[in-house]
Each structure stands twice: as C-alpha cells, then as structure tokens.
C-alpha cells in the first residue's frame, strides 16, 4: 500500500531520524569537528601499559541533531590520534554506556572503525561491507 499526504510524514520523520543517528553513529569522530560542535579537554588517562589517551568532550549546540543533550566523552588515542572509545550517555538515561571502537580500515579514504562493541550490552555493530562511492549508484533514487 503506497502511504500518501499526512500518512506518509510519520514514516518520512522516523525514517530521517533513524538516519541522523546512524550517521552520528558512523560518523562520530568526524561530527565532532562540525560548526555547532565545542569541544572540551576533559584529562588525560593511562593504563598500566603505558598507554595514554586525551579524553575530550563534545557539547552540542541546542540545533544540533535530535538529542543536544547526550553526553559523551572521545577517548583519543595518543600514539594513533585515533577515537579508541567513547563513552555515551543518553539524556534521560541512567547509565553511561562504553563503546569501543576496532578494526580501523579505509573505506573511501576515510580511515573508519569497521566494528563497534558495547560490551555491557553484549552489542557489536559490524560496518564490514560498508562502501564511500563518488556518486549514488545509477537508477538509486528512481522510484
């Protein structure tokens, strides 16, 4: 059944919505440098290892995206000016979750996280066949 007029305006919203977050998803080290984005030194952090991560914290400007209000705090590593992790809270939730970010490959030139594990929530998200092409595939946006 094809949703026309009023009908269609939920679909299109939840749709786009789903889309915004899964870009920020995607994208996330990335979005941190856009123009409604600060962001704020936190600390430094080491591990027994010796290894040392700058921890920054993005603040969104209240037009950003659908929740400004999530916090998150970018665990940038030092020796690889990588995101390794970043630690997410949701306005309106009580926990903090950690998402760790591995398999850095590049995809399009862009050097991208191709798999993301929240391992309190036992959740991996695989972005294995993901593709940046120059231009939309042929016939992609015909009905």
């Known amino acids: 059944a ?13 749709g786009y919505r789903r889309y915004q977050n899964d870009i920020f998803w995607l994208m996330m080290p990335f979005k941190m440098r856009e123009e409604k984005v600060k962001v704020t030194y936190v600390s430094s952090r080491d591990d ?5 991560w700058d921890v920054i914290r993005p603040i969104f400007d209240a037009s950003f995206g659908f929740s400004p209000n999530d ?13 390794d992790s970043w630690d997410m809270k949701l306005a309106g939730v009580k926990d903090a979750v950690t ?10 030139g862009l050097l991208i996280s191709a798999r993301r594990e929240i391992t309190s929530k036992k959740q991996t ?19």
Request: aromatic share 8%.
């Open 2 to 14: 094809e949703l026309k007029g009023d009908a269609a305006i939920p679909i299109l919203t939840l």
């Open 48 to 52: 027994v290892c010796s290894h040392t």
């Open 125 to 143: 998200v695989r972005l294995e066949e993901l593709q940046v092409l120059p231009e939309p595939p042929k016939g992609a946006f015909e009905p």
């Open 99 to 108: 998402v760790i970010f591995r398999d850095y490959r590049r995809v399009g």
């Open 71 to 83: 916090e998150y705090s970018a665990w940038v590593n030092r020796d690889t000016g990588l995101v």
